[in-house]
């Protein structure tokens, strides 16, 4: 069975993963791409491909019905961001994935 996946930033990194998860993944599903900007390229994209979507950030990730299903998150934002979202994501029981530029 399919791990279900959800990935924070709807930007160039997230996007670009999202793609590579779909086209060929045995073991991930894309469950949803996050973001906060609701005209953003990678949410419209995902939305044509059917993929669940939230421009609400990490509050619209665990408002999503599907939220509990969810076994991995990748988080492609910034390190400030990655910091506020770990912990919460923790709590829920979540892998986290760290996937901000070092930079």
Known sequence: MKKKVAIIGSGNIGTDLMMKILKGSDELEMAALVGIDPDSDGLRRARELGVATTH????????????????????ATSAHA????????????????????AA
Do not use: S
């Open 56 to 75: 609400e950030g990490l509050e619209g990730l665990r408002a999503m019905p599907g939220y509990g299903e969810i076994a991995i998150v990748m988080d």
């Open 82 to 101: 990655h910091e506020v979202h770990h912990p919460v994501l923790i709590a829920d029981g979540k892998q986290v994935i760290d996937l901000t530029p």
